[in-house]
Protein backbone atom coordinates (compact mmCIF):
# COMPACT_ATOMS: atom_id res chain seq x y z
CA UNK A 1 0.00 0.00 0.00
CA UNK A 2 1.40 3.18 -0.62
CA UNK A 3 2.04 6.25 1.43
CA UNK A 4 0.11 9.27 0.08
CA UNK A 5 -1.81 12.40 2.22
CA UNK A 6 -5.37 12.03 2.87
CA UNK A 7 -8.23 13.67 3.42
CA UNK A 8 -12.18 14.44 2.96
CA UNK A 9 -13.27 18.09 2.03
CA UNK A 10 -17.12 20.05 3.03
CA UNK A 11 -19.38 20.89 -0.10
CA UNK A 12 -20.12 24.23 1.55
CA UNK A 13 -22.44 24.72 -1.88
CA UNK A 14 -24.48 21.80 -1.21
CA UNK A 15 -24.29 20.99 2.60
CA UNK A 16 -22.91 18.03 1.94
CA UNK A 17 -19.18 16.41 2.05
CA UNK A 18 -17.68 14.80 -0.96
CA UNK A 19 -17.37 11.64 -0.94
CA UNK A 20 -14.28 9.98 1.37
CA UNK A 21 -12.30 9.57 -1.39
CA UNK A 22 -11.77 13.19 -2.36
CA UNK A 23 -8.60 15.37 -1.42
CA UNK A 24 -9.98 18.86 0.36
CA UNK A 25 -7.76 22.07 -1.56
CA UNK A 26 -6.45 22.69 1.76
CA UNK A 27 -6.00 20.37 4.70
CA UNK A 28 -7.56 21.10 8.13
CA UNK A 29 -5.62 19.03 10.03
CA UNK A 30 -1.96 17.34 9.72
CA UNK A 31 -1.48 14.13 11.68
CA UNK A 32 2.02 12.26 11.75
CA UNK A 33 1.95 9.00 12.65
CA UNK A 34 3.13 5.41 11.29
CA UNK A 35 1.10 3.02 8.89
CA UNK A 36 1.95 0.42 11.61
CA UNK A 37 0.22 2.23 14.69
CA UNK A 38 -3.79 1.59 14.87
CA UNK A 39 -3.96 4.14 16.75
CA UNK A 40 -3.22 6.03 13.98
CA UNK A 41 -5.39 4.40 12.17
CA UNK A 42 -8.29 4.85 14.23
CA UNK A 43 -7.80 8.62 13.99
CA UNK A 44 -7.58 8.83 10.72
CA UNK A 45 -10.60 6.50 10.42
CA UNK A 46 -12.73 9.00 13.01
CA UNK A 47 -11.79 12.15 10.94
CA UNK A 48 -12.70 10.39 7.48
CA UNK A 49 -16.33 9.18 8.71
CA UNK A 50 -16.98 12.53 10.52
CA UNK A 51 -15.55 14.43 7.11
CA UNK A 52 -12.91 16.39 8.32
CA UNK A 53 -10.23 17.39 6.31
CA UNK A 54 -6.67 16.27 6.93
CA UNK A 55 -3.38 15.49 5.66
CA UNK A 56 -1.18 12.42 6.43
CA UNK A 57 2.42 12.32 7.19
CA UNK A 58 4.16 9.43 7.49
CA UNK A 59 6.73 9.76 10.93
CA UNK A 60 9.71 9.22 8.74
CA UNK A 61 8.72 11.91 6.12
CA UNK A 62 8.02 14.51 9.14
CA UNK A 63 10.53 17.76 8.96
CA UNK A 64 11.59 16.93 12.37
CA UNK A 65 12.76 14.17 14.84
CA UNK A 66 9.25 13.21 17.29
CA UNK A 67 9.93 10.44 20.09
CA UNK A 68 7.86 7.49 18.90
CA UNK A 69 6.01 7.48 22.20
CA UNK A 70 4.59 10.80 21.11
CA UNK A 71 2.89 9.39 18.19
CA UNK A 72 0.33 9.63 16.93
CA UNK A 73 0.91 13.56 16.53
CA UNK A 74 -1.90 15.82 15.77
CA UNK A 75 -1.63 19.30 14.57
CA UNK A 76 -4.71 21.19 14.73
CA UNK A 77 -5.84 24.40 12.08
CA UNK A 78 -4.56 26.89 15.00
CA UNK A 79 -1.20 25.02 15.34
CA UNK A 80 -1.77 23.40 18.89
CA UNK A 81 -0.03 20.02 19.07
CA UNK A 82 -1.40 16.98 20.32
CA UNK A 83 1.00 14.32 21.19
CA UNK A 84 0.17 10.88 21.82
CA UNK A 85 -3.27 11.86 20.61
CA UNK A 86 -6.66 9.72 20.79
CA UNK A 87 -10.29 10.29 19.14
CA UNK A 88 -11.27 11.75 22.35
CA UNK A 89 -8.05 14.48 22.08
CA UNK A 90 -8.59 15.14 18.77
CA UNK A 91 -12.64 15.04 19.18
CA UNK A 92 -12.04 17.88 21.93
CA UNK A 93 -9.21 20.08 19.69
CA UNK A 94 -11.37 20.16 17.00
CA UNK A 95 -14.48 21.33 18.65
CA UNK A 96 -16.26 18.19 17.89
CA UNK A 97 -17.36 17.78 21.46
CA UNK A 98 -20.67 19.65 23.06
CA UNK A 99 -22.22 19.35 26.25
CA UNK A 100 -26.04 18.72 26.18
CA UNK A 101 -28.67 22.05 25.79
CA UNK A 102 -30.68 20.25 28.87
CA UNK A 103 -30.56 18.19 31.83
CA UNK A 104 -33.70 16.35 30.60
CA UNK A 105 -35.26 15.23 27.22
CA UNK A 106 -38.07 13.93 25.76
CA UNK A 107 -36.08 11.51 24.19
CA UNK A 108 -32.44 9.99 24.29
CA UNK A 109 -31.55 8.30 20.87
CA UNK A 110 -28.40 5.64 21.64
CA UNK A 111 -27.01 5.74 18.08
CA UNK A 112 -27.02 7.88 14.85
CA UNK A 113 -27.42 5.18 12.03
CA UNK A 114 -30.02 5.45 9.22
CA UNK A 115 -32.68 4.16 12.43
CA UNK A 116 -31.12 7.13 15.07
CA UNK A 117 -31.00 9.84 12.58
CA UNK A 118 -34.94 9.04 11.41
CA UNK A 119 -35.76 8.73 14.86
CA UNK A 120 -34.11 12.42 15.77
CA UNK A 121 -35.45 13.65 12.57
CA UNK A 122 -39.04 12.62 13.07
CA UNK A 123 -39.20 13.59 16.90
CA UNK A 124 -37.08 17.05 16.55
CA UNK A 125 -39.71 17.91 13.69
CA UNK A 126 -42.56 16.69 15.75
CA UNK A 127 -41.81 19.17 18.85
CA UNK A 128 -40.20 16.71 21.01
CA UNK A 129 -37.23 17.51 22.74
CA UNK A 130 -34.56 14.93 21.37
CA UNK A 131 -30.75 14.01 21.58
CA UNK A 132 -28.83 11.34 19.63
CA UNK A 133 -25.62 10.19 21.50
CA UNK A 134 -22.94 8.46 18.45
CA UNK A 135 -19.75 7.05 19.53
CA UNK A 136 -17.86 7.84 16.75
CA UNK A 137 -20.05 9.39 13.61
CA UNK A 138 -23.03 9.93 12.35
CA UNK A 139 -24.57 7.05 9.49
CA UNK A 140 -23.17 4.01 11.32
CA UNK A 141 -22.27 1.40 8.76
CA UNK A 142 -24.12 2.73 6.10
CA UNK A 143 -22.31 5.95 6.40
CA UNK A 144 -19.27 4.26 5.01
CA UNK A 145 -20.61 2.87 2.27
CA UNK A 146 -19.71 4.24 -1.31
CA UNK A 147 -22.84 4.29 -2.94
CA UNK A 148 -26.36 2.87 -2.05
CA UNK A 149 -28.55 1.94 -5.25
CA UNK A 150 -31.85 0.87 -3.73
CA UNK A 151 -32.82 3.70 -1.90
CA UNK A 152 -35.66 4.93 -2.61
CA UNK A 153 -36.05 8.80 -4.42
CA UNK A 154 -31.99 8.19 -5.64
CA UNK A 155 -32.09 6.84 -8.92
CA UNK A 156 -28.45 7.47 -9.77
CA UNK A 157 -27.53 5.69 -5.64
CA UNK A 158 -26.44 8.31 -2.89
CA UNK A 159 -23.22 7.57 -0.48
CA UNK A 160 -23.89 6.71 2.74
CA UNK A 161 -21.78 9.50 4.00
CA UNK A 162 -23.88 12.02 2.32
CA UNK A 163 -26.95 10.57 3.00
CA UNK A 164 -25.76 10.62 7.22
CA UNK A 165 -24.56 14.31 6.97
CA UNK A 166 -28.27 15.34 4.99
CA UNK A 167 -30.16 13.92 7.79
CA UNK A 168 -27.86 15.41 10.16
CA UNK A 169 -28.10 18.40 9.02
CA UNK A 170 -31.96 17.92 8.62
CA UNK A 171 -32.21 16.79 12.63
CA UNK A 172 -30.16 19.43 13.70
CA UNK A 173 -31.96 21.97 11.55
CA UNK A 174 -35.79 20.47 13.31
CA UNK A 175 -33.91 21.40 17.16
CA UNK A 176 -32.43 17.91 18.09
CA UNK A 177 -29.06 17.49 19.30
CA UNK A 178 -26.44 15.04 18.28
CA UNK A 179 -23.69 14.52 20.58
CA UNK A 180 -20.38 12.73 19.06
CA UNK A 181 -17.39 10.91 20.21
CA UNK A 182 -18.84 10.61 23.72
CA UNK A 183 -20.15 6.94 24.05
CA UNK A 184 -23.52 5.76 25.92
CA UNK A 185 -21.56 4.20 29.32
CA UNK A 186 -24.81 3.06 30.56
CA UNK A 187 -28.77 3.33 31.01
CA UNK A 188 -30.76 2.65 34.00
CA UNK A 189 -34.24 3.09 35.29
CA UNK A 190 -35.62 6.77 36.88
CA UNK A 191 -39.08 6.49 38.12
CA UNK A 192 -41.12 6.53 34.83
CA UNK A 193 -38.48 7.42 32.60
CA UNK A 194 -34.45 6.75 32.32
CA UNK A 195 -30.95 8.01 33.29
CA UNK A 196 -28.39 7.76 30.39
CA UNK A 197 -24.65 8.50 31.42
CA UNK A 198 -22.22 9.23 28.74
CA UNK A 199 -18.31 7.68 28.99
CA UNK A 200 -17.32 11.28 30.40
CA UNK A 201 -19.96 10.78 33.44
CA UNK A 202 -22.32 13.28 31.78
CA UNK A 203 -26.15 12.39 32.90
CA UNK A 204 -29.30 13.49 30.90
CA UNK A 205 -32.56 12.40 32.17
CA UNK A 206 -35.26 11.06 29.46
CA UNK A 207 -38.82 10.35 29.31
CA UNK A 208 -38.48 7.40 26.78
CA UNK A 209 -35.55 6.10 24.82
CA UNK A 210 -34.67 4.63 21.40
CA UNK A 211 -32.13 2.17 20.94
CA UNK A 212 -31.09 2.46 17.99
CA UNK A 213 -26.95 1.31 18.19
CA UNK A 214 -26.60 -0.93 15.00
CA UNK A 215 -24.32 -3.39 14.88
CA UNK A 216 -20.21 -4.06 15.07
CA UNK A 217 -18.62 -6.34 12.60
CA UNK A 218 -18.38 -9.90 13.75
CA UNK A 219 -14.64 -10.58 14.64
CA UNK A 220 -12.73 -13.01 11.93
CA UNK A 221 -11.35 -15.85 14.45
CA UNK A 222 -8.30 -16.42 12.32
CA UNK A 223 -4.41 -16.51 14.56
CA UNK A 224 -2.82 -13.36 14.05
CA UNK A 225 -5.60 -11.26 12.85
CA UNK A 226 -6.21 -9.18 15.93
CA UNK A 227 -2.29 -7.96 15.83
CA UNK A 228 -2.86 -6.28 12.45
CA UNK A 229 -6.19 -4.37 13.38
CA UNK A 230 -5.46 -0.76 11.73
CA UNK A 231 -1.87 -2.00 9.78
CA UNK A 232 -3.52 -4.13 6.95
CA UNK A 233 -6.45 -5.79 8.62
CA UNK A 234 -9.71 -3.85 8.93
CA UNK A 235 -13.43 -4.61 9.79
CA UNK A 236 -15.65 -2.30 7.65
CA UNK A 237 -14.94 -0.76 4.48
CA UNK A 238 -12.06 1.27 5.83
CA UNK A 239 -13.05 4.44 4.04
CA UNK A 240 -9.82 6.21 5.38
CA UNK A 241 -7.53 3.67 3.40
CA UNK A 242 -9.23 3.63 -0.01
CA UNK A 243 -6.53 5.36 -1.75
CA UNK A 244 -3.64 3.92 0.27
CA UNK A 245 -4.88 1.01 -2.25
CA UNK A 246 -3.93 2.09 -4.61
CA UNK A 247 -2.16 -0.36 -7.27
CA UNK A 248 -2.55 -2.74 -4.43
CA UNK A 249 -3.43 -6.21 -3.69
CA UNK A 250 -7.02 -6.19 -1.56
CA UNK A 251 -9.13 -9.06 -0.07
CA UNK A 252 -12.53 -8.21 1.44
CA UNK A 253 -14.29 -11.58 3.29
CA UNK A 254 -17.73 -11.16 3.16
CA UNK A 255 -20.76 -12.28 1.33
CA UNK A 256 -23.18 -9.13 1.76
CA UNK A 257 -24.11 -6.22 0.53
CA UNK A 258 -21.50 -4.53 2.61
CA UNK A 259 -18.59 -6.42 1.50
CA UNK A 260 -19.86 -6.24 -2.16
CA UNK A 261 -20.18 -2.23 -1.83
CA UNK A 262 -16.32 -2.63 -0.62
CA UNK A 263 -14.89 -4.46 -3.35
CA UNK A 264 -16.97 -1.98 -5.63
CA UNK A 265 -14.97 0.75 -3.87
CA UNK A 266 -12.12 -0.33 -3.46
CA UNK A 267 -11.73 -1.93 -7.38
CA UNK A 268 -11.15 2.05 -8.46
CA UNK A 269 -7.89 2.02 -6.68
CA UNK A 270 -6.56 -1.54 -6.46
CA UNK A 271 -4.97 -3.04 -9.00
CA UNK A 272 -7.15 -6.57 -7.86
CA UNK A 273 -9.65 -7.03 -5.55
CA UNK A 274 -10.64 -10.77 -4.39
CA UNK A 275 -13.78 -11.02 -2.15
CA UNK A 276 -14.12 -14.36 -0.14
CA UNK A 277 -17.30 -15.56 0.33
CA UNK A 278 -17.71 -18.46 2.88
CA UNK A 279 -21.25 -19.47 1.43
CA UNK A 280 -21.70 -20.96 -2.16
CA UNK A 281 -23.36 -17.91 -3.90
CA UNK A 282 -23.80 -14.47 -3.60
CA UNK A 283 -27.85 -14.63 -4.29
CA UNK A 284 -28.58 -15.40 -0.66
CA UNK A 285 -27.48 -12.43 0.97
CA UNK A 286 -26.85 -9.49 -1.70
CA UNK A 287 -28.63 -7.51 -3.48
CA UNK A 288 -28.99 -8.38 -7.56
CA UNK A 289 -27.60 -4.89 -8.74
CA UNK A 290 -24.58 -5.23 -6.29
CA UNK A 291 -23.98 -8.91 -7.83
CA UNK A 292 -24.19 -7.54 -11.73
CA UNK A 293 -21.28 -4.56 -10.75
CA UNK A 294 -18.94 -7.22 -9.25
CA UNK A 295 -19.44 -10.02 -12.68
CA UNK A 296 -18.88 -7.01 -14.61
CA UNK A 297 -15.42 -5.28 -13.10
CA UNK A 298 -12.61 -6.74 -14.52
CA UNK A 299 -10.41 -6.49 -11.58
CA UNK A 300 -13.04 -7.95 -9.05
CA UNK A 301 -12.50 -11.44 -8.61
CA UNK A 302 -15.29 -13.63 -6.59
CA UNK A 303 -14.06 -17.16 -4.52
CA UNK A 304 -17.42 -18.84 -3.57
CA UNK A 305 -16.92 -21.52 -0.46
CA UNK A 306 -13.80 -19.78 0.55
CA UNK A 307 -12.15 -18.95 4.17
CA UNK A 308 -9.10 -17.35 5.50
CA UNK A 309 -7.47 -19.69 7.80
CA UNK A 310 -4.40 -17.83 8.17
CA UNK A 311 -2.12 -14.86 6.82
CA UNK A 312 1.39 -14.15 6.84
CA UNK A 313 3.20 -11.01 8.04
CA UNK A 314 5.93 -9.20 8.57
CA UNK A 315 5.10 -5.95 10.65
CA UNK A 316 2.22 -5.51 8.42
CA UNK A 317 -0.10 -8.14 6.11
CA UNK A 318 1.61 -10.05 2.96
CA UNK A 319 -0.26 -12.46 2.29
CA UNK A 320 -3.41 -14.55 3.39
CA UNK A 321 -3.59 -18.79 3.63
CA UNK A 322 -7.50 -19.42 2.40
CA UNK A 323 -9.38 -22.86 1.78
CA UNK A 324 -12.06 -23.63 -0.71
CA UNK A 325 -14.55 -26.25 0.44
CA UNK A 326 -12.52 -27.26 3.30
CA UNK A 327 -9.69 -27.64 1.63
CA UNK A 328 -6.28 -25.46 2.00
CA UNK A 329 -3.54 -27.60 0.31
CA UNK A 330 -0.88 -24.39 -0.36
CA UNK A 331 -3.62 -21.72 -1.41
CA UNK A 332 -2.09 -18.56 -1.16
CA UNK A 333 -3.38 -15.50 -1.83
CA UNK A 334 -1.30 -11.95 -2.15
CA UNK A 335 -2.76 -9.07 -0.03
CA UNK A 336 -1.66 -5.93 0.79
CA UNK A 337 -5.03 -5.12 3.05
CA UNK A 338 -7.54 -7.38 4.57
CA UNK A 339 -11.34 -5.82 5.19
CA UNK A 340 -13.60 -7.57 6.91
CA UNK A 341 -17.76 -7.36 6.09
CA UNK A 342 -18.93 -10.04 7.61
CA UNK A 343 -21.82 -9.92 9.03
CA UNK A 344 -22.27 -7.62 12.72
CA UNK A 345 -23.18 -9.07 16.90
CA UNK A 346 -25.20 -6.46 18.36
CA UNK A 347 -24.39 -3.25 20.11
CA UNK A 348 -26.21 -3.29 23.41
CA UNK A 349 -23.44 -1.43 25.47
CA UNK A 350 -24.73 0.52 27.96
CA UNK A 351 -27.83 -1.38 28.56
CA UNK A 352 -27.10 -4.24 30.95
CA UNK A 353 -28.72 -2.77 33.72
CA UNK A 354 -31.92 -2.93 31.82
CA UNK A 355 -32.67 -6.22 32.18
CA UNK A 356 -33.41 -6.37 28.39
CA UNK A 357 -34.95 -9.58 26.61
CA UNK A 358 -32.54 -10.76 23.83
CA UNK A 359 -32.99 -13.49 21.48
CA UNK A 360 -29.92 -15.84 21.18
CA UNK A 361 -27.78 -14.05 18.98
CA UNK A 362 -27.70 -11.25 21.17
CA UNK A 363 -30.66 -9.27 19.56
CA UNK A 364 -33.14 -7.18 21.00
CA UNK A 365 -36.52 -8.57 21.91
CA UNK A 366 -39.71 -6.08 21.03
CA UNK A 367 -43.25 -6.15 21.07
CA UNK A 368 -44.67 -9.62 20.88
CA UNK A 369 -41.73 -10.86 21.44
CA UNK A 370 -41.56 -9.61 24.90
CA UNK A 371 -45.41 -10.04 25.54
CA UNK A 372 -46.24 -11.46 28.83
CA UNK A 373 -42.38 -10.98 30.08
CA UNK A 374 -42.52 -11.61 34.00
CA UNK A 375 -41.89 -7.91 35.18
CA UNK A 376 -43.74 -6.18 32.60
CA UNK A 377 -45.56 -3.69 35.10
CA UNK A 378 -48.24 -2.38 32.77
CA UNK A 379 -51.90 -3.90 32.13
CA UNK A 380 -51.67 -3.23 28.14
CA UNK A 381 -48.94 -5.59 26.18
CA UNK A 382 -45.79 -3.71 24.83
CA UNK A 383 -46.31 -1.71 21.65
CA UNK A 384 -44.47 -2.77 18.77
CA UNK A 385 -40.43 -2.13 18.48
CA UNK A 386 -40.73 -1.28 22.71
CA UNK A 387 -39.02 -3.77 24.89
CA UNK A 388 -39.86 -4.80 27.91
CA UNK A 389 -39.15 -1.48 29.92
CA UNK A 390 -41.99 0.57 29.09
CA UNK A 391 -41.04 3.65 27.15
CA UNK A 392 -37.57 1.87 25.86
CA UNK A 393 -38.16 0.75 22.25
CA UNK A 394 -35.72 -0.84 19.80
CA UNK A 395 -35.18 0.72 16.24
CA UNK A 396 -33.09 -1.13 13.16
CA UNK A 397 -30.25 -3.35 13.45
CA UNK A 398 -29.72 -4.14 16.78
CA UNK A 399 -33.63 -5.23 17.32
CA UNK A 400 -34.33 -8.82 16.65
CA UNK A 401 -36.06 -9.46 13.64
CA UNK A 402 -35.50 -6.15 11.73
CA UNK A 403 -34.54 -6.15 8.15
CA UNK A 404 -31.05 -5.51 7.61
CA UNK A 405 -31.58 -2.74 5.12
CA UNK A 406 -31.20 1.50 5.69
CA UNK A 407 -34.39 2.28 4.13
CA UNK A 408 -36.12 -0.15 6.66
CA UNK A 409 -34.10 0.74 9.20
CA UNK A 410 -35.12 4.39 8.73
CA UNK A 411 -38.40 4.01 8.98
CA UNK A 412 -38.21 2.02 12.29
CA UNK A 413 -36.71 5.13 13.29
CA UNK A 414 -39.76 6.83 12.42
CA UNK A 415 -42.29 4.69 13.39
CA UNK A 416 -40.68 4.61 17.05
CA UNK A 417 -41.24 8.48 17.30
CA UNK A 418 -45.02 7.63 16.90
CA UNK A 419 -44.76 4.73 19.60
CA UNK A 420 -42.48 7.40 21.95
CA UNK A 421 -45.98 9.88 21.28
CA UNK A 422 -48.02 6.96 22.79
CA UNK A 423 -46.16 6.43 25.36
CA UNK A 424 -46.20 10.12 26.69
CA UNK A 425 -49.50 10.49 26.33
CA UNK A 426 -49.91 7.55 28.52
CA UNK A 427 -47.68 9.17 31.29
CA UNK A 428 -48.98 12.54 31.11
CA UNK A 429 -46.45 14.51 29.08
CA UNK A 430 -48.69 15.06 26.07
Known amino acids: MTNQPLGIADQSRTGAMFDYDARPVTPQLTLVGSRSS ?7 DFLSRNGRAYEWVDA ?35 GMVSEPLLSEYDLVIVGAGPAGLGAAVYAASEGLRAVAVE ?12 MIENYLGFPNGISGNELATRATSQARRFGAEILLARPL ?29 GVEWRRLDVPGVE ?3 GVGVYYG ?3 SEAMSCTNSNVAIVGGGNSAGQAAVRFSKYAEKVTLLVRGRSLGASMSQYLIDHLSTTANIEVRVSTEVVGLHADGRLRELIVATNGVTDSQRLAADALFICIGGTPRTD ?59 AIGEGGMAVALVHRRLEETGGE
Not at 38 to 44: F, L, V
Not at 72 to 86: F, N, V
Not at 135 to 146: D, E, I, K, R
Open 60 to 94: GDFSEAVEPSLLPLCILPDGTRLEAATIALVAAGL
Open 227 to 229: DLL
Open 350 to 408: GAADLGLIYDDAGYIRTGTGVAGAEGWKLEREPLPLETNQPGLFAAGDVRSGSIKRCAA
Open 237 to 239: AGP
Open 135 to 146: AVAPGGQAGTTS
Open 38 to 44: AGAYSIR
Open 185 to 213: ANISTDGGGYIAKLSDGTEMRARAVVFAS
